[in-house]
């Protein structure tokens, strides 16, 4: 039987050596189809998942991994991409959604709240993300930043705060892919350790992109956990407001 979300969480560890057995690559990749219903910032979905079972390109991107166990040893391994640069395409296929949502609905205020959600992703969207060598971000922030002496206002409105937000939101993917993982019970290591130019490189990706993480993905060894799990104590992370 598969293990509900807590015995997932209490079950994951970093697994830094793997046994020399293969993952079924359906169930891997459907554990990266649980990675794309991750929440995500605006829906615009700014991530590419790369699932990488190709035994060369594991052991080229091992070595862009500093040859690290957990990517040395890994039966296959996941590469989440930061798709900042997508946002425009991935505006449209939410407008063309919304517009098949509303045209399928006929009620007094249905074009009314097309209006509403078009404009979001027509007019808010692009002020957002539109990018002009950093000056329209320093000119939004500038903006933001007097209107907001008056009223509530969102204040992380730069490019480089956009370039954040995709980055939370593709990692929210990659942890449910990394529970889902420990759900069927394979094991994981996320990773940032990488020579991100050389991964690019390996992976045909365009330079604007940005690696979010590396995920090393194997059964694992007995050796395979370092140490026991340590956490700072909890009353020290937790406040009551
Ligand atoms: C964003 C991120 C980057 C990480 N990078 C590496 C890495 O490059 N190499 C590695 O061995 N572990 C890496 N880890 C794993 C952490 O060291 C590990 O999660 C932490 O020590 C807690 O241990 P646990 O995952 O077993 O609970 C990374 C984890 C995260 C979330």
Request: with cysteine; aromatic share 12%; proline share 2%.
């Amino acid at each position: 039987m598969n293990k509900t979300v807590s015995e997932a969480i209490e079950y994951r560890r970093s697994v830094r050596i793997f046994k020399d057995q293969d993952l079924d690559t359906e169930k891997v990749k459907e554990c990266l189809v649980n990675a794309s219903l991750a929440p995500n910032s605006s829906n615009l979905q700014t991530w590419e998942f790369l699932h990488i079972t190709d035994k060369k390109t594991i052991k080229s991107l091992a070595k862009a991994c500093f040859n690290q166990n957990a990517a040395k040893t890994a039966n296959q391994l996941v590469v989440f991409v930061v798709r900042q640069d997508l946002w425009k395409k991935r505006a449209q296929s939410n407008v063309d959604f919304l517009n098949s949502v509303f045209d399928k609905q006929n009620e007094k205020n249905t074009e009314k709240r097309r209006s509403a959600a078009l404009k979001y992703y027509k007019v808010a969207i692009p002020t957002m993300y539109t990018n002009f060598f950093g000056i329209l971000g320093l000119f939004r922030y500038m903006f933001f930043n007097i209107v907001g002496l008056f009223r509530p206002i969102f204040r992380q409105v730069r490019y480089s705060d956009m370039r954040i937000v995709s980055h939370k939101s593709t990692a929210l993917a990659a942890q449910n892919f990394i529970l889902s993982m420990a759900e069927i019970g394979y094991d994981t290591c996320a990773m940032e350790g990488s020579d991100t130019t050389r991964v690019k490189k390996i992976l045909k990706l365009p330079s604007s992109v940005e690696i979010n993480m590396i995920v090393g993905c194997g059964v694992r060894h007995e050796k395979g956990i370092y140490t026991e799990r340590y956490r700072i104590p909890f009353d020290q992370v937790y406040k009551e407001v």
